[in-house]
Every structure is written in C-alpha cells, then in structure tokens.
C-alpha cells in the first residue's frame, strides 16, 4: 500500500472495541517487555466506559474501520495508539496535529524510557523530555519519561 486515505472524526461509543484492540496490539508490537495487567475485555471496557465518555476522543477510520486514536484529557495526551498494520502512513501524526490544534497552549504526555520509536516520534514533533521517572507511579512500574510541546519554543518536522 503506497497511500493511506483515513478520516478522523469524533469517538462513539460502539468504537471501544477497535480502540481497544489498536491499543493491544499496539503495546504487543511496540513494547513486548511490558508487563501485560489487564484482558482484552478490561480494556474495551475501560475505553467504552471511562476513556470515551470522559475524555476528548479522536479516532482514524479508513474503510475497514478504526486503526488509530487519541484521547485527550485537558493538557494530558492520554493514549496515542495506531494499529501496527497502519504505523507509518501519517495516522499517527495527523491525530497528534489534531490534539496540538485543540491545545494550542501545549500539550504534555508520558511515554516509556524504552519505547525509544514513541521517544523519537514525540521529539521530532517538537515534544521536549522534561522529566524521567522510575516507573513507581505508573501501573506497569516501568520507567518512563514526561514530554511537553509549548508551541512557543516548538520547532516542528512532523
């Protein structure tokens, strides 16, 4: 496949399972040396549940259906998740430009130390490393590191 044609529009609540499922296998792929702690049918059920009534939710949808999502909650990204199958084709960057649009103050997000594809990702697209941390507070308890984007000192390439 050369060109990727996707929409992004607005969650509904009967998405929670092809968010869920990008979400899984997005964290198999990207990060197999992360502790699993949840079923694949907690996890619809967070994002049918808690994710999509509570948070500003933008998925990308090509005719199969959705493969790719952010969920915004005030200035935090909360999860940014492309099907393994669709990485690579802008997804990604087009749900983020989204979230910079609707935050146009800035944004923040934590991803893990090791998930060095996510790093790179956020960094290109003018998110700074502000802060590391040893895991204790993240359900997983692996290290991670915090990003802001201020569009102030921004210089993006993505």
Known sequence: MTTTQFTI???REN????IAL???DARRVAMPWLPVLHTF?????FFGDFVIPNQIVLVAELEEGVVGFIAIEGAWVE???VAPARQGFGIGNAL????KE?????LMLWTFERNHRARSFYEQRGFVAIEFSDGSLNEERTPDVRYHWNPANSV???
């Open 9 to 11: 529009r607005p969650a």
């Open 15 to 18: 998405d929670a399972f092809a």
């Open 22 to 24: 990008a979400h899984v």
């Open 41 to 45: 049918e907690d996890a619809v059920r």
């Open 79 to 81: 999860h940014l998740y």
């Open 96 to 99: 983020l430009q989204k979230a």
């Open 102 to 106: 609707l935050r146009p103050d800035g």
């Open 156 to 158: 993006s390439r993505g």
